[in-house]
């Protein structure tokens, strides 16, 4: 049987084999063919380019935006990543509507959201370390804490942060992860879980009225570290009240007293912060501590929801320690995913 040969008709008349991108060149030619001698290429998408415009004014001045009304400023900077979406919706309706204004416009946001995120987009990733920490938000929901327990414990990690830890489901994480983890301590609804002796465990106090944070130091091969585990309490979108943040924000701010107090030189932050490394009210805390995802990490590293992660709510941020990897663990049976990195504590070299 004769091999059938796909052909195509070139440009020159003829005929031949069709070359890889040989459809995209014409679809070009096509399109420019299309724009010029047209005249009203720079008066249509007035709108679109002026839309351009402020979204990347969004971007660009998003620490200006006002927290008076609403929390709005937060709320923009806890979503601010995906401010990015409408960059290519903008550049397609330029596109479309031929107009090389608003194409042109559109560069300005795509040049914001890279200044802003590009970084974030390349693999920073490493190898070694000295430890490796997990921190897990395991839901008072959780219908299987036993089973999210031994996940999280099967990542290897030396430490390993629990948060919203109701006081039924304790004894239940206590005996999944008492084969990995000799020493623990669980103070209100967090805990810590460690390979390490632990000392100095004790409260820290977010302003709550209840206990929701906790700082021990763990004597780890390489010395002593300052380990804090915190939950930070919830924030809601209302319509109404608009983005409610005002006791994360205290919350914030006092845990950020408590790590300025800190006289170890190594400090390691795990814990649900329900804020991402954009918002300002976390500043108290992020101006003091690295984000290991950000320095070690790859992409974004989204934590939340765990059936569609948008936002990095969970945190591992240190002080005095080299992070090396970071990277999110598969999904449990909680509604957030857990996040791991890997640091090296000995710094000296």
């Known amino acids: ?22 459809r995209l060149r014409r679809l070009t030619r096509r399109l420019a063919a299309g724009w010029r001698g047209d005249a009203g290429i720079w008066r249509r998408g007035i709108v679109l380019a002026v839309l351009a415009l402020l979204l990347a004014l969004v971007m660009l001045l998003h620490a200006h935006i006002p927290n008076g009304v609403g929390n709005l400023g937060s ?15 903008l550049l397609v309706l330029g596109l479309v509507r031929k107009s090389a204004t608003a194409v042109l416009a559109v560069l300005l946001p795509a040049i914001v959201w890279l200044n802003l995120f590009g970084g974030l987009l ?12 997990a921190t897990h938000n395991v839901n008072a929901d ?7 327990a031994r996940d999280v414990a099967g990542s290897g990690a030396q430490l390993l942060a629990l948060e919203e830890l109701p006081a039924s489901a304790v004894p239940v ?38 206990e929701r944070a906790m700082r021990a130091t763990v004597a780890t091969p390489q010395g002593p570290i300052a380990v804090y585990v915190a939950h930070m309490p919830s924030v809601r979108v209302k319509l109404k009240a608009g983005f409610t943040a005002r006791q994360r924000d205290t919350s914030a701010d006092a845990l950020g007293e408590a790590i300025a107090d800190e006289s170890l030189k190594r400090v390691v932050l795990l814990g ?9 009210s976390l500043n108290a805390v992020t101006s003091q501590l690295r984000s290991t995802q950000g320095a070690a990490g790859s992409g974004f590293g989204f934590s939340w929801p765990a059936s569609f992660p948008m936002a990095r709510i ?3 941020m240190v002080r005095g320690v080299d992070p090396v990897s970071s990277w999110t663990l598969p999904r449990t049976g909680s509604d957030h995913l857990p996040v791991a990195a890997r640091m090296k504590l000995d710094t000296s070299s």
């Open 142 to 148: 959780n219908p299987d804490p036993a089973t999210t």
């Open 173 to 210: 994480y206590e005996k999944a992860l008492a084969p990995t983890y000799k020493y623990h301590a669980v103070v209100g609804t967090v805990g810590l879980w460690s390979q390490y002796p632990m000392t100095d465990v004790r409260a820290v106090d977010i302003k709550l009225g209840w």
């Open 314 to 316: 969970d945190q591992i």
């Open 75 to 89: 709320l923009s900077e806890t979503f601010l990543p995906w401010l990015g979406l409408a960059v290519p919706v």
């Open 272 to 280: 649900d912060l329900n804020g991402t490394m954009n918002d300002r």
């Open 122 to 133: 390349t693999d920073k990733t490493g190898s070694g370390g000295d430890l490796m920490v």
């Open 1 to 22: 049987m004769a091999q059938q040969a796909y052909m195509t008709e070139t440009d020159d008349g003829g005929s031949g084999p069709e070359r890889p991108g040989s």
